[in-house]
């Protein structure tokens, strides 16, 4: 099955970027979404089809996704930014597409 | 305001039964294809299942596949995940969530219940 390998946990200091990491066997042939979870909530949808933000979503949030990596960006990073970030993707091929990431803890220092 | 509400979950015995239920409110449930998604204790997202809008798709996660059936009633805007010889790891939060867009199938989710906590002990 699928899998996707993210680092388990990315510090930066505010104001500074912070890139999250989402590993995938030619991942850039699939579309990626991106996950914020913050303790005890559930989870909100930052970043969908690759680099699309839903309405709501700082511009501070980006992504991209080429060959076997995709990234999430969070530039001028905030302390309400700490969090853990989950990518996601559905792997159309198989009977049980959904794939979510191992998850990123993002702590600002 | 879109609404997702999760209930069902209890305490419950290995081998044991459940049925969770997912209330949605603030938009055309009909249209949208809604999948389940759980999180056990300290640990991250997993997918379970989905339903496609018409109900006429249904796919599983290999865990759970043949003990999980997940099903719809869109006259009652609702979701229902039942769950048969239930495991110890499958304590779990149990999130359901919507696509983004009307009519797809495997996209991303813009919305989410709080959970409904499942824990299978002896």
């Known amino acids: 099955s699928y899998v996707l390998t993210q680092p388990p946990s990315v510090s930066v200091a505010p104001g500074q970027t912070a890139r999250i990491t989402c590993g995938g066997n030619n991942i850039g042939s699939k579309s990626v979404h991106w996950y914020q979870q913050k303790p005890g909530q559930a989870p909100v949808l930052v970043v969908y089809d690759d680099s699309d933000r839903p309405s709501g979503i700082p511009e501070r949030f980006s992504g991209s996704n080429s060959g076997n990596t995709a990234t999430l960006t969070i530039s001028r990073v905030e302390a309400g930014d700490e969090a853990d970030y989950y990518c996601q993707v559905w792997d159309s091929n198989s009977d049980h597409p959904g794939v979510f990431g191992t998850g990123t803890k993002v702590t600002v220092l | 305001e879109v609404q997702l509400v999760e209930s069902g979950g209890v305490v419950i015995q290995p081998g044991g039964s459940l049925r969770l239920s997912c209330v949605a409110s603030g938009f055309t449930f009909a249209d949208y294809t809604i999948h389940w998604v759980r999180q056990a204790p300290g640990k991250g997202l997993e997918w379970v299942s989905l339903i496609s809008w018409d109900g006429g798709s249904k796919y599983y996660a290999d865990s759970v596949r043949g003990r999980f059936t997940v099903s719809r009633d869109n006259s009652k805007k609702s979701l229902y995940l039942q769950m048969n010889s239930l495991r110890i790891e499958d304590t779990a939060l149990y999130y359901c969530?919507?696509?983004?867009?009307?009519?797809?199938?495997?996209?991303?989710?813009?919305?989410w219940g709080q959970g409904t906590l499942v824990t299978v002990s002896s």
């Open positions: 969530a919507k696509e983004i867009h009307p009519y797809g199938d495997q996209d991303s989710l813009d919305s």
